[in-house]
């Protein structure tokens, strides 16, 4: 199956700091998604992104399609105690798949 | 708005028993989907479906079976459980190829 190469695989930061995670791939994709998930529950959709060098922001989070169309990266200023979760990305190529990276496990300590 | 629905929430199951586990989504949406997520290993498609009445395979299917006869539900049935199909399952629906909604997830432990 198609591989999304998620880094890093976990990061335990202090409130208060900027992170940044990012998602590789070997194929090009036309479409990335960043997802949260927190314990229990299922993914929630947090940036689209839809055409390469896109920059979008929501909120404290920013993430960008990479000008190869091969990768995209996810940065979170000023974390927070509810940061906390696992952060997914996801990409289309063509057709109605997504192929999802492996997590990135987020842990902000107070 | 419930927006997408799993049951149940958790099942514990022998090998070789069967089971179907429902999807409803509230949102008119088009596309469903199916996935399992496994420790490492992200979320993985099993089966997805276009529309009422259609379904296909996707990444991981062997094992699976699934339904889509009215277009808010979409079943997904394991006729004879393995320990290796053990894991969290995930249903998502779509308005197109796009966003997706994920439901809260069920888990499922083959014994």
């Known amino acids: 199956g198609q591989q999304l190469n998620q880094s890093p695989q976990s990061m335990f930061i202090q409130e208060g700091e900027d992170v940044s995670m990012n998602c590789t791939s070997s194929s090009i994709f036309n479409t990335w998604l960043w997802y949260k998930q927190d314990p229990g529950e299922g993914p929630v959709l947090l940036i689209a992104?839809?055409?390469?060098?896109e920059l979008t922001s929501n909120g404290r989070l920013t993430a960008q399609f990479g000008i190869t169309r091969k990768d995209s990266f996810l940065n979170i200023s000023a974390s927070i105690p509810s940061d906390v979760g696992i952060y997914f990305c996801a990409g289309q190529r063509t057709g109605n798949q997504f192929y999802f990276g492996t997590g990135t496990s987020l842990t902000v300590i107070p | 708005n419930a927006g997408v629905t799993q049951t149940p929430k958790f099942r514990v199951l022998k090998t070789g028993q069967s089971m179907t586990l429902l999807c409803a989504q509230d949102m008119n949406h088009e596309y469903m989907y199916w996935y399992r997520q496994d420790p490492g290993m992200g979320l993985r498609l099993i089966h997805y479906?276009?529309?009422?009445?259609?379904?296909a395979k996707g990444e991981v299917p062997d094992g699976y079976n699934v339904s889509r006869l009215k277009k808010q539900n979409f079943l997904l049935g394991l006729e004879s459980a393995a320990p290796s199909q053990t894991s969290v399952y995930f249903c998502?629906?779509?308005?197109?190829?796009?966003?997706?909604?994920f439901g809260p997830g069920t888990r499922l432990t083959v014994t």
């Open positions: 479906s276009v529309g009422e009445g259609t379904t």
């Open positions: 992104l839809y055409k390469a060098g």
């Open positions: 998502a629906s779509s308005y197109g190829a796009g966003q997706q909604y």
